[in-house]
């Protein structure tokens, strides 16, 4: 898969796909109307983005910036996965310029599924702000955001740092925030959020 493009990642997928028998994705994916699925499980992405990445090893950060750019618009959710995945494998080059682009991403509704949100905090958002903590309150201030998927990652994507102990007070001003949202992902959110913290000091949950 050298110099893979997005039409390539995309035939890769669809050889890969699954008849989804009795599955109704709409259970789990309300309000995502236009996502579309392979039926690819979680570890044949994985693999399919470590393919990529070994059969590159000229690229960079930016060449799978460039990749997950093009497939990130892609309508499955797996297509979405590959990308992300791609990208997290560069992890030791993520610069702070990068937050803005995927932010963009969320904003931009490119994003606009749980799933998605998730892994993009994950893999991504939760790495960058472990190696770049400087940039914990640029994320904390998306609470406010009009877009769902920004606010949700204003939380999801703290979690990274908060289970190394890090960013404890910042969780707790997110939870805080974002009490108020009347979205039930984010209510999950929140709690996951507060799970995480009452990990690390439950004393402090309990004072909550």
């Not at 990642?9 to 109704?24: C, I, K, N």
């Not at 309000?31 to 000229?58: S, Y």
């Not at 939870?175 to 009452?198: F, N, Q, S």
Request: glycine share 6%; net charge positive.
């Amino acid at each position: 898969m050298r110099d893979v493009t997005a039409a390539v990642v995309t035939a890769r997928l669809q050889s890969l796909a699954r008849d989804a028998g009795s599955f109704d994705a709409a259970r789990y994916f309300r309000g995502t109307a236009d996502l579309r699925f392979h039926n690819v499980g979680t570890p044949a992405v994985r693999a399919l983005a470590r393919d990529i990445v070994h059969a590159n090893p000229h690229w960079t950060v930016d060449d799978a910036m460039a990749l997950a750019d093009v497939l990130i618009t892609d309508p499955f959710l797996e297509a979405k996965a590959v990308g992300i995945e791609v990208v997290g494998r560069y992890r030791r080059q993520f610069a702070p310029a990068l937050l803005a682009r995927w932010k963009r991403w969320l904003a931009h509704g490119l994003a606009a599924n749980w799933a998605t949100t998730d892994l993009l905090c994950g893999t991504l958002i939760g790495p960058l702000l472990v190696k770049v903590p400087t940039l914990v309150p640029d994320v904390c201030a998306w609470h406010a955001h009009r877009v769902l998927w920004v606010r949700r990652a204003s939380a999801v994507g703290l979690l990274p740092a908060i289970r190394r102990g890090l960013v404890l007070e910042a969780g707790y001003d997110v939870a805080a925030a974002l009490h108020p949202d009347t979205h039930d992902l984010m209510h999950k959110a929140v709690g996951w959020l507060l799970r995480e913290l009452g990990k690390r000091d439950p004393a402090r949950l309990d004072a909550y």
